[in-house]
């Protein structure tokens, strides 16, 4: 391999790897892994939290989507129509559990207490894995970097 050739490798390396890190860098999410139409459940550390108004489970996934809203004075729970089927807020602690997981569940969770404040208070890493134990995501790079290789070795 040339210079030239292992500078470009190191490159698509990095771009690789800040690409599958995301824009949480900089505060590492929980990684949990749920078997194809399963449940998950997520907590919060609840001494952790502020006092709050509203606390917010979000899906972040191309889009910011709500899960769960939680209005602590009314103590009214409020899930999104696209998850109030398989969705169970403990209002007690606040975690989240999500039943029946799908493929294109995939992604990022956090929740987020709105008050005085907006405080991040829990974010997790969530990969669906089918039932013969293969995470789809971390695989990716496996497959990927090889045929990387060897296209380098050719140039
Ligand atoms: C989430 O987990 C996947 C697979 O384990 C990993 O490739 C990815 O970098 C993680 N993302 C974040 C933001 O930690
Ligand atoms: C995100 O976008 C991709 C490509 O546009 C799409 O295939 C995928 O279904 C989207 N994911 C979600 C969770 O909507
Ligand atoms: C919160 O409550 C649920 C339901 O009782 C329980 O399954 C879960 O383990 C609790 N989480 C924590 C962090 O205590």
Sequence with gaps: MTLASIHLLLTLTALLISKTAGSF??????????K?????QMDINKNSIPPF?????????????????YHYETKEIDPDTAYKDRVDFNDQNFSLTLK???K?????????TI???TTHVGEYN?????NHGSPTAIFLPWILFPSML??????
């Design 25 to 34: 860098a900089e505060n590492q999410p929980k990684s949990l892994s749920v």
């Design 36 to 40: 194809l139409g399963n449940s998950i």
């Design 53 to 69: 108004d509203e606390l917010i489970w979000t899906f972040f996934s191309n889009y910011s989507k709500t899960i769960v809203t």
């Design 100 to 102: 029946n997981m799908q």
């Design 104 to 112: 294109n569940d995939c992604g990022l969770y956090g929740a987020i």
């Design 115 to 117: 008050g005085d404040r």
């Design 126 to 130: 969530v990969s669906v894995v089918e």
């Design 150 to 155: 060897t296209a380098m070795i050719m140039i």
